[in-house]
């Protein structure tokens, strides 16, 4: 069992930033790519963000690329989502996934609430 915990979350003004952590836990060998989605209130799951334990392989929706940054520090166990100028519409929970392949996790957090202000 790995286990996931999503930190970071918050209030912020549109134009702001944020940086999301996610800390892993239990046997974290048997993942090999973490993470992030979101989900605002009457809306689908949306992926944001994808990124190998190495480091060597990211993938980004279009609605973030350029705005948010995925990292991993395999050190700490923990991935990161770097978001910079926020918006509305980047109101939602945040949540942090772990697994085999981006096709497929596992392991999912209990989301961190991102409410972003005009």
């Known amino acids: 069992q790995v286990q996931l915990v999503e930190s970071g979350g918050g209030l912020v003004q549109a134009g702001g930033s944020l940086r999301l952590s996610c800390a892993a836990s239990?046997?974290?060998?048997?993942?090999?790519?973490m993470g992030w989605f979101r989900q605002a209130p009457g809306q689908e799951r949306e992926s944001l963000a994808a990124?190998?334990?190495?480091?060597?392989?990211?993938y980004y929706a279009d609605s973030v690329k350029g705005r948010f940054t995925i990292s991993m520090d395999n050190a700490k166990n923990t991935a990161y989502l770097q978001m910079n100028s926020l918006n509305r519409e980047d109101t939602a929970v945040y949540h942090c996934a772990a697994g085999i392949m981006s096709s497929d996790y596992k392991y999912w957090g209990q989301g961190t609430q991102v409410t972003v202000s005009s």
């Open positions: 239990g046997r974290t060998s048997s993942t090999y790519v």
């Open positions: 990124i190998s334990r190495s480091g060597a392989s990211t």
